[in-house]
């Protein structure tokens, strides 16, 4: 039996549901990922009736409000981003992208999923339970997280804690199989400089999750310990109706440094394959080869590294030391310097390129946009004296939706428009799509534009309701009405885009196997969709970088990885760094 | 190649197709990951311990008699039985390099035996310490100690249930000198981790001022 062989599935369970295939995996990953954000995108909507509408609903009281509004946001960042981000994209592409038949550790991959979706499970489960899921906010913080008074302490909380640790789990399983599969299964003569930046972005966020995922874990066992063996890691000497507690001396300040020294990391878990997964859309839909690749890797890495220590920037006003935040604020200011010079580089890839506005393009595009929109208000937050009236305001909720909500959901999107072809030998439709993209990039801007204001009036994020608070003007309610209307309508939207996934699988225009005419392996297969094993008898070999468009000397304007050759007209066009 | 060299690379420019390609051992690399998740993970709870060891209801475990941990011959001997067991995986190791499986089995075997009586150790310990009346929440202390021993034990309990695996054949794995390599790396992991542990867990409380000083959490 040769090596292809042996990647041939057998029955119908092992190929679609027990599979060991990363193609299939990545589908199932994805699937249930956008279903849950399906899920958490209904409790937005949930929640924006009540803030548009105040009174209106009966059923959302302020109870089922802070449960909306904590599931809504651990769901959206950790079940439905990372997840998508990492089992996703990480899973389909990374193999197809470096030359390998599979991930390195199949069996593993497989029960990584099986095991995220158990985590979902119990999230989930949670809904289901006496008194609700947790209303503790998403982060979870002691010693109101365990506390009676706060919705689900009694069942809620566990579950999310113990769901929390079976995620962690299934990611590092994930997480060690992507890492190894990129450092040790590429194909002959892919070497690290000529992966993709898709896989450059998900291989360093995979090892900002094997190194920050801990972290959460560390918290989430302690406050298990805490709520139900009565242990006093986080939990103080305190009052609970009016009863003096068993717990003593605990400190809540250091569950906050666990929970942010694994929460900042995350946004770059889903930022930086966002940042790869753009360049490579920006660059075949502009025909251009990237600008500044070594630099474009480069600033992976050092966000990557600077993630690490800039965490306590959201712990300004939490009471520590406060040359704590001198440093942070420090370390906060020097990250954006890479991530600057990332969007830098994308705006240069566009000049004088030739560009298609494609699904794929419109939706990178309208990520720079955001992303640098989102970005310029993380400065004025990164400044301790900027951030201390802004914090606990509606300016942050504004900004984090605009950076970590909004931008890697267009990027989401704009991949999916791109890779759909591929995975399923179809184009979605273009009619369907635009209306999404449209309804998606204006509505989401008429959604958080307006929230900035709100933050800057004193407007406070989290309440259920702002009755009688003098400081903010009746007219802060008409604009409310207009968020969660615009809100709404986004979220219809989206339904568009479900349709037109499952119409396009069935009725899509054929896709050929390479429709973007891009350079890349994944495009370079023998079958489309690819089947298992990927490359039939013989594995590619790659004799060039991802970026060869637009090469003088060349009829066609792309050049594949896998074209035997050396360029006869010259090295590529472009500015070199 | 250094990350550094890496880095330098200029893709664009023409470059033979070397014939080699990236593969190596995928086993041990996976393998060094995870204990480097593993080793983060723990380094994450010492944080935690120094950082609660700050405060002013901290009691330590085996300073005076009557302390939990003041006698500690009991985890002197499971440590007896990890360090044991390592050792037989070092001989099974270096007997499947020599193609001396009929050893490499037997050391195996005896590897698993000495973690399996480590475990149990642990657990008699555990089970010592509640009839003494040192519960869970009794102190902060007592509680990072009943978290980080029954964590430990979680790591030695899994690979212990894949050398229960390999040892009753499944997958036919013993024969694969690799395979013994990668459990014997596992072992000696757990072997280190166990003896940082233990000095971390009964080190005096100057110990832990000094470390936290030194990290700034003082």
């Known amino acids: 039996m040769n090596e292809h062989d042996q990647h041939q599935p057998g029955s119908f369970f092992t190929r679609y549901i027990w599979s060991q295939d990363h193609k299939v995996i990545a589908i199932q990953y994805s699937i249930t990922a956008i279903f849950v954000g399906l899920i958490a995108l209904g409790l937005s909507a949930l929640m924006r009736l009540q803030l548009g509408f105040p009174g209106t609903f009966d059923f959302i009281d302020a109870s089922s409000y802070y449960q909306y509004v904590t599931m809504h946001g651990m769901i959206m960042v950790i079940y439905l981003l990372t997840a998508l981000f990492l089992g996703g994209f990480g899973n389909y592409l990374i193999p197809l992208m470096v030359g390998a038949r599979d991930m390195v550790f199949p069996y593993v991959n497989m029960l990584s999923y099986w095991v995220y979706l158990l985590a979902v499970i119990v999230l989930l489960a949670s809904f289901f339970v006496p008194g609700g899921p947790t209303g503790a906010g998403w982060t979870l913080y002691p010693p109101q997280a365990i506390l009676q008074g706060t919705p689900g302490a009694d069942w809620g909380i566990v579950l999310m804690l113990i769901s929390l640790a079976i995620f962690i789990v299934a990611a590092t399983m994930g997480g060690l199989n992507y890492v190894t599969t990129v450092l040790q299964a590429r194909a002959r003569g892919m070497t690290m400089m000529r992966m993709p930046l898709t896989v450059w972005g998900i291989f360093m966020a995979t090892i900002l999750a094997l190194l920050a995922f801990p972290a959460l874990f560390v918290s989430a066992i302690m406050m298990l310990f805490d709520k139900l063996a009565g242990t006093s890691f986080f939990m103080p000497a305190i009052l609970s109706m009016g009863q003096p507690l068993d717990h003593e001396g605990g400190s809540p300040i250091l569950f906050q440094h666990l929970f942010w020294f694994f929460g900042h990391p995350e946004v770059y878990i889903v930022a930086l394959p966002a940042f790869g997964i753009v360049s490579d859309l920006i660059s075949t839909h502009a025909r251009k080869n990237i600008f500044g690749y070594r630099m474009m890797v480069w600033a992976i890495v050092i966000i990557g590294v600077l993630s690490f220590v800039v965490w306590a920037h959201h712990m300004y006003v939490s009471g520590m030391n406060p040359y704590f935040g001198y440093f942070f604020a420090t370390t906060t200011l020097i990250i954006a310097v890479p991530t600057a010079i990332k969007v830098y580089n994308w705006v240069l890839t566009l000049w004088r390129g030739n560009i298609h506005l494609t699904l794929p393009m419109l939706f990178a595009l309208a990520f720079v946009a955001t992303f640098t929109v989102g970005g310029l208000t993380g400065l004025f937050l990164g400044n301790v004296v900027v951030d201390l009236p802004l914090s606990d305001t509606y300016f942050v909720v504004a900004h984090f939706h605009m950076v970590m909500g909004v931008s890697p959901i267009l990027v989401i999107f704009g991949g999916i428009y791109h890779w759909y072809p591929k995975i399923t030998g179809r184009m979605l439709n273009e009619r369907l799509g635009q209306w999404h993209f449209w309804g998606t990039f204006l509505g989401t801007y008429a959604i958080y534009f307006p929230m900035h204001y709100l933050g800057v009036l004193g407007v406070p994020r989290r309440y259920y309701a702002f009755e009688n608070y003098d400081f903010i003007p009746e007219s802060a309610q008409a604009l409310n009405v207009f968020i969660t209307v615009a809100a709404i309508l986004v979220a219809l939207i989206q339904l568009l885009f479900i349709f037109n996934l499952v119409w396009s699988l069935f009725r899509g225009r054929e896709a050929g196997s390479n429709p973007w005419q891009a350079t890349t392996l994944e495009w370079q297969t023998e079958t489309t969709p690819p089947g298992h094993g990927n490359w039939g008898r013989e594995l590619p070999v790659c004799y060039r970088w991802a970026y060869d468009y637009s090469v003088p000397g060349y009829e066609q304007d792309f050049l594949p990885q896998n074209m035997p050759g050396t360029h006869s007209a010259g090295e590529p066009a472009g500015v070199r760094v | ?218």
């Open chain 2, 1 to 218: 190649m250094s990350l550094l060299q890496v880095l330098r690379e200029k893709p664009w420019q023409a470059q033979a197709v070397s014939a080699s390609t990236s593969g190596g051992n995928v086993g041990r690399t996976g393998l060094k990951i995870l204990l480097g998740v593993i080793s983060v993970l723990f380094l994450l709870f010492f944080v935690a311990f120094l950082m609660r060891s700050q405060y002013p209801d901290w009691q330590p475990l085996a300073e005076e008699p009557g302390q939990p941990l003041y006698n500690k011959s009991a985890l002197w001997l499971n440590t007896i039985y990890l360090g044991v067991a390592s050792l037989m995986f070092q001989w099974a190791s270096r007997s499947a390099g020599r193609s001396n499986w009929r050893t490499a089995r037997v050391g195996m075997l005896l590897g698993g035996l000495f973690a399996a009586a480590f475990v149990g150790g642990q657990w008699m310990f555990w089970q010592e310490l509640q009839s003494q009346g040192f519960l869970v929440n009794d102190s902060p202390a007592l509680s990072f100690f009943y978290l980080l021993t029954g964590l430990h034990a979680v790591h030695v309990l899994a690979g212990l249930l894949v050398w229960l695996l390999s040892m009753l054949g499944l997958a036919g794995r013993l024969h694969r000198t690799d395979f013994v390599r990668l459990c014997t790396l596992y072992w000696h992991f757990l072997l280190l981790l166990w003896l940082v542990l233990f000095g971390f867990l009964v080190s005096k409380p100057e110990t832990y001022d000094a470390i936290a000083a030194f990290c700034g959490l003082g």
